[in-house]
């Protein structure tokens, strides 16, 4: 693993912000006001799985970096 990495699991969050942006809000708006169909509520729970998984690659990728930086 290289430090790349981590940049690339940066961009690829910064990716899926951007371009999902105005369909998240737009999803987010209708959950509040419960009036999801039954497929925006699956989209929606895809959307948060797929930051959740990013997220969570990039925490660990800079854990692992931080271990190799300390030894």
Not at 4 to 13: F, K, N, W
């Amino acid at each position: 693993m290289d430090k790349r990495t981590l940049e690339q699991l940066e961009a690829a969050l910064n990716a899926v912000s951007q371009d999902l942006s105005p369909r998240v809000e737009e999803l987010a708006q209708k959950s509040t006001e419960g009036l999801l169909t039954p497929e925006e509520r699956e989209e929606y729970a895809e959307i948060v799985r797929l930051n959740n998984t990013l997220s969570l690659l990039k925490l660990q990728t800079e854990e692992f970096w931080a271990v190799r930086a300390a030894s």
